[in-house]
């Protein structure tokens, strides 16, 4: 493998560690899934800000198709780091519940 070259899947970690200083250490499986769930969350904005940019109506369907898609790819990966103990949500209190729906109710009166 050349200097900059990433390591393939399946490729021999060994022969990856023997090959010398300076190369980077394959990605642990976590670092992988983190990766992944960052990329959704890119992917998702993009595909965000194209539909609303889009001007033809096929051209907005498809894109709104793989936006739900990639919304979907992303809660999955997400749960499964979740499981695992590497993605850690607390479960909000009712007090910051009620102030985020006093909040927005209020907001909602000022568009009026």
């Known amino acids: 493998m050349n200097a900059g070259e990433m390591p393939y899947f399946g490729e ?6 023997q090959a010398g200083a300076g190369q980077q ?3 642990s499986e976590q670092d992988m ?5 960052g990329c959704q969350k890119a992917l998702a ?3 965000g800000t194209l539909i609303l940019e889009a001007s033809c ?11 739900r898609q990639t919304v979907e790819d992303q809660y999955a990966i997400f ?5 695992r103990g590497w993605y850690q949500t607390p479960p909000a209190q009712q007090q910051e519940i ?9 907001m909602q ?3 009026q």
């Open 98 to 106: 009620m102030a985020s729906q006093q909040q927005f109710a209020q």
């Open 79 to 83: 749960e499964q780091m979740r499981t």
């Open 25 to 27: 250490a394959p990605m």
């Open 57 to 67: 109506p096929q051209l907005r369907e498809i894109l709104a198709q793989n936006w």
């Open 12 to 17: 021999d970690r060994q022969a990856n560690r």
């Open 33 to 37: 899934t983190q990766d992944m769930l």
């Open 45 to 47: 904005n993009g595909y």
């Open 109 to 111: 009166m000022q568009l």
